[in-house]
């Protein structure tokens, strides 16, 4: 049954007189097994909601609201019921590559076809059945993302480690004729799916499109704690131009047919093969930068169109500014940062950071911890200077890292200010110039503004 955790402020649960502990029984007459039921059942302006208090009184409410206007509850679980967890067995799984020490919710396999819908997560489909397909197809849950990597049925199940793996095309196929839309992956791993498997996936998943919109192509990612794990080894900068170089014939024979390129190399491999990326018009509707894909290419475009705002010099005191990031970004914010070299009263320095914690194979920003911030850019520091941070290395709804240091504790063992920013060129630009009132607010930093000392909150 549906148990309220949390009630918003100001939300129509509040008005309402729901409280945490809270159970909703139903919603026009109807019972709410999961998130999708519950979702479908509040895009409606007049609603009947049946629940049963803490104390056990049943209330039977009658609600005006607007069309898109939800509850404003969190329940105790994000799907309402239980999530649908992963029964594979990949051997690329990055979830075995964390140590047990971590945070709980970090060890959490999902592969939940409704958090895809809902909120854009990969999912394998290996534990939907034909039933669920059939609800996907009936409630029109498009787009769906699917972590495809190989469609040759006898390679995947031994990449995934489940015997259902094998049936994924039949099952795109039945989303597609449904009218689903799709987002695909593929984790390419040296000498498992790459090469003539790359091929062979590419040409299966185009004959879909447009239900199946785009396939990406991502670099496995490897850390340190493999022990007891397949042996697998990150691509080599050659392997990744080869990459580059297959994807780019593959949207060249393509574009033609499909007026899309369909098929993308994540950034990782342009970055590791110290390649141009495409320019923006090879990215169609740059469908998967949440996967890595054009993001830098978005990067330059923003940061051409934000330039002009920079200025000849700095008003008032001059600023000394230390831009922190991952390995793979650093390339392109010193190439961005030098422009600035001209402005007088400002001096801007970058400090790429190398991840001891999960290993120097993994490079991006997002996986940065805030002992390995301190450890590196400390020594590093000129009194006097700000340190920049991009929001993706930390958690999405507290401001604290990977391994649970805040921003605040950062600041405080750094002794300097440190500005928290948006992961963008206007974030970095106005970070860098001091722009950061302009910065639009975002909730998950307004809980941390009071009690942190030394701090200063670029707000992104």
């Known amino acids: 049954m549906p148990r309220i955790a949390r009630v918003q402020p100001g939300s129509l649960a509040e008005e309402l007189d729901l409280d945490p502990g809270d159970e909703v029984l139903t919603m026009n007459g109807e019972a709410v097994k999961d998130i999708v039921d519950l979702q479908f ?77 809902l909120h854009g997560n990969f999912v394998t489909l290996t534990n939907v059945k034909d039933d669920e397909l059939e609800r996907m197809a009936r409630l029109k849950m498009s787009p769906l993302n699917v972590s495809v990597h190989t469609t040759n049925p006898e390679l995947r199940v031994r990449m995934l480690g489940n015997k259902r793996s094998g049936e994924i095309l039949r099952q795109i196929a039945f989303l597609a004729e449904h009218g689903i839309e799709m987002n695909t992956q593929v984790v390419l791993c040296p ?3 790459d090469g003539d498997e790359l091929d062979r996936t590419i040409a299966d998943l185009s004959q879909y499109f447009p239900a199946v919109r785009t396939l990406s192509v991502v670099p496995v990612g490897l850390t340190k704690h493999r022990r007891g794990l397949h042996k697998m080894r990150s691509c080599t900068p050659e392997e990744a131009k080869r990459v580059i170089d297959q994807v780019s014939a593959w949207q060249t024979r393509l574009r033609p047919s499909l007026h899309a390129s369909f098929v993308h190399a994540a950034d990782e491999f342009y970055v590791l093969s110290d390649s141009e990326v495409p320019p923006g018009t090879h990215y169609d509707e740059f469908g998967q930068t949440e996967n890595g894909v054009g993001v830098i290419r978005i990067f330059l475009d923003e940061l051409e169109e934000v330039w002009p705002q920079v200025p000849r010099q700095i008003s008032g005191t001059a600023r000394r500014v230390a831009v922190v990031t991952g390995v793979s970004a650093q390339t392109t914010i010193k190439h961005s940062l030098s422009r600035l070299h001209n402005v007088r009263g400002l001096e801007t320095s970058v400090i790429p950071v190398v991840n001891e914690f999960y290993g120097h194979n993994v490079t991006v920003a997002g996986l940065l911890t805030g002992t390995d911030i301190i450890e590196q850019v400390k020594p590093q520091l000129v009194p006097g200077t700000t340190v920049l941070l991009p929001d993706i290395m930390l958690k999405d709804d507290e401001d604290v890292f990977l391994d649970d240091r805040t921003v605040a504790e950062v600041a405080e063992a750094l002794d300097c200010p440190v500005i928290v920013v948006p992961a963008t060129a206007t974030g970095l630009l106005y970070g860098v110039l001091g722009y950061t ?22 707000i992104g």
């Open 41 to 117: 059942a509040l895009a409606t302006e007049e609603l009947e909601i049946e629940v049963r208090k803490g104390n056990g009184e049943v209330w039977l409410l009658d609600v005006e609201k607007g069309y898109d206007e939800g509850l404003g509850v969190e329940f105790e679980h994000p799907t309402v019921d239980r999530i649908k967890l992963c029964h594979n067995k990949c051997v690329f799984c990055f979830v075995d590559q964390i140590p047990t020490n971590m945070r709980q919710t970090l060890n959490v396999r999902d592969d939940d076809y409704r958090l895809s819908f």
């Open 191 to 193: 000498e498992w799916n």
């Open 437 to 458: 009132h302009a910065l639009p607010p975002r909730r998950r930093y307004e809980a941390t503004l009071r009690p942190m000392r030394n701090v200063e909150r670029g």
